[in-house]
């Protein structure tokens, strides 16, 4: 419950307009020779955590992508394994499920309301810019997909991480918990905003409550 709470919260302060990328003034970048990136899981940008794998393109290991205002994203998640709340203050994201899952999914707009899903292979679900989204692997089999994101640097802030490096009084304020409860709870958080997490204490059981249910 307290991190569906900082889940809204963090929504809400990440709310706002915001500018797409820059038109390229070139086709692509000078002096490029090839314009493929071979084995995304060896070569691209790529995190490995408790959850599963993430790797994305990058213009350091794709130049490539320089100034085409798009960034992609593959994943492998364990059953049970999630991507944290989180925001792209710079992009919306389009996501596909490839196999396995299904993933639950889903985000909240700035009016506060939830918006939750269930993905099986072949779907495709849409987070629009700056909302607070999530993925989690409901099903008994790896889950296989990608995100597609239009901007070259979408930027991520994760909800759980970010709102607890805030002042210890504000974010005591803002659940309505004393500093002592505030500080129990940091004590338990992520150290690291990215990857793909697991844990034991979710109460997550690969292939049960496969519902849009909270």
């Known amino acids: 419950m307290k991190f569906l709470v900082i889940a809204v919260v963090l929504s809400i302060m990440n709310a706002g307009v915001y500018g797409a990328d820059p ?4 086709d692509f970048a ?22 599963g794998v993430r790797a994305a393109t990058s213009v350091a290991k794709f130049p490539a992508a320089a100034s085409q205002g798009l960034q992609y994203v593959r994943f492998k998640m364990v059953p049970c394994g999630a991507n944290l709340p ?13 196999s396995g899952g299904p993933l639950q999914v ?13 993905l099986h292979p072949g779907d495709v679900t849409i987070f629009p810019r700056g909302t607070l989204h999530f993925e ?13 994101l ?11 991480v970010s709102i607890l490096r805030l002042p210890l009084k ?18 338990t958080i992520y150290a690291s905003a990215t990857g793909l997490k697991k844990t034991s204490k979710s109460g ?11």
């Open 170 to 187: 504000i974010v005591a304020t803002a659940f309505n918990i004393t500093q002592q409860a505030v500080k129990k709870l940091d004590s």
């Open 150 to 160: 239009n901007s070259q640097n979408p930027g991520v802030v994760t909800s759980s």
């Open 106 to 118: 889903g985000f909240v707009d700035t009016q506060g309301q939830a918006f939750i899903d269930i």
């Open 23 to 26: 038109d390229p003034l070139t």
């Open 30 to 51: 000078p002096g490029l020779k090839t314009f493929t990136l071979r084995n995304i899981f060896s070569n691209g940008d790529v995190t490995v955590d408790s959850g």
């Open 86 to 98: 989180h925001t792209h203050p710079r992009a919306s994201e389009m996501l596909t499920l490839i």
């Open 204 to 214: 997550c059981v690969p292939g049960r409550d496969i519902t849009v249910d909270f």
């Open 136 to 148: 989690l692997n409901i099903g008994s089999e790896e889950a296989n997909y990608i995100s597609a």
